[in-house]
């Protein structure tokens, strides 16, 4: 069963930047997309952005020429690195994949960004 770990979220100052990792169990995972969602407090979860397995890329209209995803396949890792940072984008982050027909969804980690 494929599971996905989310690291690297915290506290930043506005303008800043955090480098966020999804590690995945399973070999599986560099078959398939991920992709990088967020939610914040009282809002819907919305997609952040999304790399396929040949490493296409699309992002939130509200954080391109910001943020970075990448994916390491030997190391089952997807990476998105957030620079410029701003109070709005301050959620709890998450992973996510799709595998056999299975929706898989990490447990989140936080981001808060203060002004």
């Known amino acids: 069963q494929l599971q996905l770990v989310e690291s690297g979220g915290g506290l930043v100052q506005a303008g800043g930047s955090l480098r966020l990792s999804c590690t995945a169990s399973?070999?599986?995972?560099?078959?398939?997309?991920v992709a990088w969602y967020r939610q914040a407090p009282g809002k819907q979860r919305e997609l952040v952005a999304r790399?396929?397995?040949?490493?296409?890329?699309n992002y939130a209209d509200s954080v391109k020429g910001r943020f970075t995803i990448s994916r390491d396949n030997a190391k089952n890792t997807v990476d998105l690195q957030m620079n410029s940072l701003k109070p709005e984008d301050t959620a709890v982050y998450y992973c996510?994949?799709?595998?056999?027909?299975?929706?898989?969804w990490g447990q989140g980690t936080q981001v808060t960004v203060s002004s």
């Open positions: 790399i396929t397995s040949g490493g296409s890329t």
């Open positions: 399973g070999s599986i995972f560099s078959i398939n997309a």
């Open positions: 996510n994949t799709l595998s056999a027909g299975r929706v898989y």
